[in-house]
Structures are given as C-alpha cells and as structure tokens.
C-alpha cells in the first residue's frame, strides 16, 4: 500500500497559492467593490438625490471619478505592478480618510471599512523589486 503523500505547498514569493497571491486576488476584489459601489453612489446622487441638485450633482461626478480611478488601480493590482499597488494603497488610504465625516451613514462606514480592508491587503501583496 503507498504512502500517503504531503499535501502540496504553496509557491513562495507570490507564486499561485501563496499568501501574497491570495491577498493580492483580496485586494482586486475589494477595489472592485469600491469601484461598484463608488458607481453607484456617483448614479444615485447624480439623478436621484434629495436636497440641492447642483452641489449633488457635482458630488455626483466626482464618485464617478472615483469609481474609474478605483477600476483602473484594480487593473493593476491584477497586472501585479509595484507601482500600481503603491498608488492604490494610497488612494485606499486617501479614500479612507475622506470618507469620513461628522454624520456618517451606512453608505460612510461601507466605504471607509472597504478602503482599510484594501489598503491592509495591498499593502500584504505589493510585489518585490527585481533583484539587478
């Protein structure tokens, strides 16, 4: 009868399996969740909010923003780029502390839980340098 064999171990430095991996497809998922619900804020304050139309509509377009900027950082955190993770721990980082505010609702506290759960998995996955 053969010996069971060890189960396999994951790749280090990155590789499929890995922590930095795991924590890297964390990340693309959450920017993707900001830039979804950064969409979705940007369209309902856009067309449908209560109050001022002007100044929601301004706050509007620039949830739109935010949502490109967050699908575009999520593109790189998948391309594995260093320096793409580094500006998007940033903007995760600057996104959380915008986000707060005197009265904050529910909408509030999902984007600023959202934004430090991003940073603390980019900043678990920022790839090495190349060794010259």
Excluded: D, K
């Amino acid at each position: 009868m053969p010996a069971p064999s060890a189960p396999p171990r994951p790749a280090a430095n990155g590789g499929p399996g890995s922590l930095r991996a795991r924590l890297r497809l964390g990340a693309a998922l959450a920017l993707g969740l900001l830039a979804a619900l950064s969409l979705a804020l940007a369209v309902w304050l856009y067309f449908f909010a209560p109050g001022s139309q002007v100044a929601a509509g301004i706050v509007g377009v620039g949830f739109g923003v935010a949502a490109l900027v967050y699908g575009l950082l999520t593109r790189a955190v998948v391309a594995r780029s260093r320096v793409g993770h580094l500006i998007a721990g940033a903007v995760c980082l600057a996104g959380a502390v915008f986000s707060v505010s005197a009265s904050m609702g529910w909408q509030e506290w999902t984007l600023l839980l959202v934004n430090l759960a991003a940073f603390a998995m980019i900043a678990g996955s920022v790839p090495r340098r190349a060794s010259a």
